[in-house]
């Protein structure tokens, strides 16, 4: 594991800003999740922080010991977030739950793109999107919290040469989730992944919303109001 607050072209400093906490309430109890957070998981490194968010997300603490950093990932969304490159999702809920304050990516769900492939193949719906976005995909920052079949596919697109930024791949389930995470892990491409079958919507979304929050961190751009 890289100490990225010192490594790979990225300052980050391990204090957090919550620019989703728009009341007074949400604040504080975002505040003390975080404190907890730090003291279960550590707090010295970015990687430490994205556990601390994947495990509030989860409300289980052992889910930091199943988060997977390959790749420098945490450097490559920063410096993609700089660039406004398109977040892609798998899923709806992925999509609704990713921070939208304080970037200019624009995110997409796979679901709007390839009804054509699904009606040809007879392949899932999120798989079908990302091969109809694959010219989207070089340089984009690619989110999958529920679709193993959509994962499988990024991947043999990535052995064809297609480049992400990153990929955050935490399926979830009984069937392919692992697996495809396995293939995830073994590909020379900056990548988050959540060990076994766990994962899901709300570990996707809290490891991509936690490099938002550094990115904005780092750019200066939060309001007041939301430093914890």
């Not at 769900?109 to 193949?121: H, N, Q, S, T, Y």
């Not at 070089?138 to 040469?161: D, K, Q, T, Y």
């Amino acid at each position: 594991m890289s100490r990225e607050s010192s490594r790979h072209g990225a300052t980050i400093k391990n204090t957090y800003i919550d620019v989703g906490a728009d009341t007074q309430e949400g604040y504080a109890i975002s505040k003390k999740s975080r404190a907890l957070a730090k003291k279960a998981v550590g707090n010295e490194t970015p990687e430490d922080r994205v556990k601390q968010r994947c495990s509030i997300a989860v409300g289980d603490f052992a889910m930091a010991d199943l988060m997977r950093f390959n790749h420098h990932p945490i450097s490559a969304i920063l410096e993609a977030l700089k660039t406004g490159a398109p977040i892609i999702t798998d899923i709806r809920m992925v999509q609704v739950g990713i921070q939208k304050k304080g970037h200019t990516s624009e995110v997409l769900c796979a679901l709007d793109f390839g009804a054509d492939i699904v009606r040809r193949e007879g392949i899932t719906r999120s798989s079908a999107g990302f091969i109809a976005l694959r010219e989207r995909l070089p340089g984009a920052i690619v989110v999958i919290g529920n679709a193993p079949s959509a994962l499988l596919s990024l991947c043999a697109m990535v052995r064809e040469g297609v480049r992400p930024a990153a990929i955050i791949g935490a399926p979830v389930g009984f069937v392919n989730a692992a697996e495809s995470k396995e293939v995830l892990r073994m590909l020379d491409i900056p990548s988050i992944s959540s060990e076994g079958t766990r994962g899901g919507t709300p570990v996707a979304v809290a490891a991509v919303n936690e490099c938002i929050t550094m990115y904005i961190e780092g750019s200066g751009h939060a309001g007041p109001g939301h430093r914890l």
